[in-house]
């Protein structure tokens, strides 16, 4: 994380750690490995929008997705 962020301090690192530990942005598990908690709620996937008679939403659900799945390669 220290190269990622170009920290040159392993302290400065361990402040932004706790930092956000203590916003709950990220947690650490049973071995002190820091993992980033779920944070977004999965929206919905609607089907493709048509001209004409308006539908409701309940009717076109396809499926859900969560950015957390596309945005954290291993979470």
């Known amino acids: 994380m220290a190269?990622?962020?170009?920290y040159?301090?392993?302290r400065s690192?361990?402040?932004?750690?706790?930092r956000l530990i203590?916003?709950?942005?990220?947690e650490k598990d049973s071995k002190?490995?820091?993992?980033?908690?779920?944070?977004f709620l999965p929206l919905p996937v609607l089907g493709s929008i048509k001209a004409g008679v308006p539908q409701e939403e309940e009717e076109q659900l396809i499926d859900t997705i969560s950015?957390?799945?596309y945005?954290?390669?291993?979470?």
């Open 3 to 6: 190269k990622l962020f170009k």
């Open 8 to 10: 040159a301090s392993k």
């Open 13 to 18: 690192l361990s402040l932004l750690v706790e």
């Open 22 to 26: 203590s916003a709950g942005l990220i």
């Open 32 to 39: 002190g490995r820091i993992t980033i908690k779920r944070m």
């Open 67 to 69: 950015f957390d799945e």
């Open 71 to 75: 945005l954290v390669n291993r979470p």
